[in-house]
Antibody, heavy 118, light 113 residues
Framework: EVQLLESGGGLVQPGGSLRLSCTASGFTFSTYAMTWVRQAPGKGLEWVSGISNSGDNTDYADSVKGRFTISRDNSKNKLYLQMNSLRAEDTAVYYC???????????WGQGTLVTVSS | DIVMTQSPLSLPVTPGEPASISCRSSQSLLHSNGYNYLNWYVQKPGQSPQLLIYLGSNRASGVPGRFSGSGSGTDFTLKISRVEAEDVGVYYCMQALQSPLFTFGPGTKVDIK
């Protein structure tokens, strides 16, 4: 059974940093690209960042480019999202998600809430 | 970027009746491999999104047969043949043609009349 468990969310002041983690199990982690999607309170889904299976290729939404960094450790089955220079508009539930070989998302984690507020 | 739109944004339904949601993309989602890179997800209250339909018309594992996806190019439809109370939630379409730069529709909230 595929499981994705996010952690690392919490309350942070504007301008601060947080590092989200996602621990994967139930599939061969190193085979699949992974992605982060966020959902602001009461709003829809917004893709944030993606990383290839090897970690060699990364992409970012314009809204987070230059502030967020996605990475992975295939030896630990972990995905990360380093978030710097956080803004109030980054407040959201952040979901870790697995991509299929066709390049769409098939599994989602339960999410971790990030609140940026003074 | 590909822009996704959905209609309606709110859909009150009667159990046992059919329901339909439309999704449109700003450019064709038909890949050279013949698949439409359009997927449907449902987010039930208090839960994470879950995959319903992938590549336009394929039901994900465990998805009831009352759900079906159709369409090609820029116009797609999700149909529920007979709505059940457990189907309440927000339904999102998502394009994966520009993977990993996914874009989602705004969501359609389905609730019981």
């Amino acid at each position: 059974e595929v499981q994705l468990l996010e952690s690392g969310g919490g309350l942070v002041q504007p301008g601060g940093s947080l590092r989200l983690s996602c621990t994967a199990s139930g599939f061969t982690f190193s085979t699949y690209a992974m992605t982060w999607v966020r959902q602001a309170p009461g709003k829809g889904l917004e893709w944030v960042s993606g990383i290839s299976n090897s970690g060699d290729n990364t992409d970012y939404a314009d809204s987070v480019k230059g502030r967020f960094t996605i990475s992975r450790d295939n030896s630990k089955n972990k995905l990360y999202l380093q978030m710097n220079s956080l803004r109030a508009e980054d407040t959201a539930v952040y979901y870790c998600a697995k991509e299929t070989s066709y390049g769409f998302v098939d599994y989602w984690g339960q999410g971790t809430l990030v609140t940026v507020s003074s | 970027d590909i822009v996704m739109t959905q209609s309606p944004l709110s859909l009150p339904v009667t159990p046992g009746e059919p329901a339909s949601i439309s999704c449109r993309s700003s450019q064709s989602l038909l890949h050279s491999n013949g698949y439409n890179y359009l997927n449907w997800y449902v987010q039930k209250p208090g839960q994470s999104p879950q995959l319903l339909i992938y590549l336009g018309s394929n039901r994900a594992s465990g998805v009831p047969g009352r759900f079906s996806g159709s369409g090609s190019g820029t116009d797609f439809t999700l149909k529920i043949s007979r709505v059940e109370a457990e189907d309440v939630g927000v339904y999102y379409c998502m394009q994966a043609l520009q993977s990993p730069l996914f874009t989602f529709g705004p969501g359609t909230k389905v609730d019981i009349k």
